[in-house]
T-cell receptor
Framework: ETGVTQTPRHLVMGMTNKKSLKCEQHLGHNAMYWYKQSAKKPLELMFVYSLEERVENNSVPSRFSPECPNSSHLFLHLHTLQPEDSALYLC?????????????????FGEGSRLTVL | RKEVEQDPGPFNVPEGATVAFNCTYSNSASQSFFWYRQDCRKEPKLLMSVYSSGNEDGRFTAQLNRASQYISLLIRDSKLSDSATYLCVVNGYAGNMLTFGGGTRLMVKP
């Protein structure tokens, strides 16, 4: 059983809907990430939180909005998505240095939320 | 040029074969290198880190060539269960984040 759980596992939504993806990590890590995995493309880093502070990623459209209420939970709020946003969204966590920042060692991934936008 | 580049494959090999994958990276300042494995419709999982002197874990051997900026993964005595996509991962981009290659798909046949 993975130490990072994501819900829902599958989501179908229309372009005008608002939905949220949820991620919870049970590993005591202090950094959490959202990645996007599209067919035939590398994993794309979307957002990073370290000690609940967000690293800005200007390349992600504003229709994706992350939220990190505490070090164990991460959300990705979705609104007015486009069909090309259909992909597997993976949450991950890692243990960074105590003072914050990112440890570039092992990432622990959840099983992903497969999103289809109609 | 892609930051981390891999041959997508697929590599189709018989059981027992030896297979090698290469990965090239563009950032000469990168310091950390990894191979992840991703099974079909599953999440990526760390297979092994790659150290400067090269390292081995059972049937798997990883090598780093800093001068040519590539890393390699060698799998000996392939098993059916080795069938998966192997992701090359390098740090040092965008604030020291980990950057993933597109993956190399391996299919081991009986």
């Amino acid at each position: 059983e993975t130490g990072v759980t994501q819900t829902p596992r599958h989501l179908v939504m229309g372009m005008t809907n608002k939905k949220s993806l949820k991620c919870e990590q049970h590993l005591g890590h202090n950094a959490m990430y959202w990645y996007k995995q599209s067919a035939k493309k590398p994993l794309e880093l979307m957002f990073v939180y370290s000690l609940e502070e967000r690293v800005e990623n200007n390349s992600v459209p504003s229709r994706f909005s992350p939220e990190c209420p505490n070090s164990s939970h991460l959300f990705l709020h979705l609104h007015t998505l486009q069909p090309e946003d259909s992909a597997l969204y993976l949450c991950a966590s890692s243990q960074g240095p105590p003072g914050g920042g990112f440890y570039t060692g092992e990432l622990f991934f959840g099983e992903g939320s497969r999103l289809t936008v109609l | 040029r892609k930051e981390v580049e891999q041959d997508p494959g697929p590599f189709n090999v018989p059981e027992g074969a030896t297979v090698a994958f290469n990965c090239t990276y563009s950032n000469s300042a990168s310091q950390s290198f990894f191979w992840y494995r991703q099974d079909c419709r599953k999440e990526p999982k760390l297979l092994m880190s790659v150290y400067s002197s090269g390292n081995e874990d059972g049937r798997f051997t990883a090598q780093l060539n800093r001068a040519s900026q590539y890393i390699s993964l060698l799998i000996r005595d392939s098993k059916l269960s080795d069938s998966a996509t192997y992701l090359c991962v390098v740090n040092g981009y965008a604030g020291n984040m980990l950057t993933f290659g597109g993956g190399t798909r391996l299919m081991v046949k009986p």
